[in-house]
């Protein structure tokens, strides 16, 4: 077995037990992920029921791989935002947005276009606090029910989200 089955198979575990937690709506668990955390992040909410929505940032391109794109198949119809860097020297802008074109093209033959973002933001492989802000709006949208133009939380960004930040760390 393969360290990323076993990866996937632990958190779907901790997603099962933290589901059936009294204090958690298991109906709004999202996951989230940067870099190579993305690439879990990614195939966790595909094929983990628990995970109702999630936000890649900075990975997904055709240049590493050609397979990445038709998880989406698996993936759709959640909710799901990628957003890449325009000067990412990891995952170059014209090989990213071709692999956002096909998966944009699975969520449409689905008759789910909306329900997949991808967005570009000005700047490298990082994550500044634009792009937090970015990420955490969709989550308040997407697990909160939030409308448009919510005031940003007085003193905790994180209030009334529950969020599974997955990191590859050492693997």
């Known amino acids: 077995m393969g360290i990323n089955r076993i990866f996937t198979e632990m958190i779907h575990c901790l997603l099962l037990l933290l589901a059936a ?3 958690v709506d298991a109906g709004r668990i999202g996951c989230f992920g940067w870099s ?4 879990r992040a990614w195939l966790l909410a595909a094929f983990c029921p628990v995970v109702k929505t999630g936000v890649a940032l900075c990975w997904m391109t055709l240049k590493r791989t050609q397979a990445q ?3 989406a198949r698996w993936l759709c119809p959640k909710p799901f935002l990628f957003l890449n860097g325009r000067s990412d020297r990891l995952f170059p802008e014209a090989a990213s947005q071709k ?3 096909r998966m944009q093209a699975i969520y449409a033959e689905a008759g789910a276009p909306s329900l997949l ?3 570009w933001f000005d700047g490298g ?4 606090l634009h792009e937090q802000e970015t990420i955490l709006q ?6 909160l029910d939030a409308p ?4 940003p939380f007085p003193d905790d960004p994180f209030q009334g989200l529950l969020l599974l930040h997955v990191a590859a760390v050492g693997l």
């Open 21 to 23: 937690l009294p204090y």
């Open 36 to 39: 190579m955390g993305a690439h």
């Open 69 to 71: 794109p038709p998880i």
């Open 99 to 101: 692999a956002f074109e």
């Open 117 to 119: 973002r991808t967005e």
């Open 125 to 128: 492989h990082h994550c500044g």
């Open 138 to 143: 969709f989550f308040r949208q997407q697990l």
């Open 148 to 151: 448009d133009g919510l005031p």
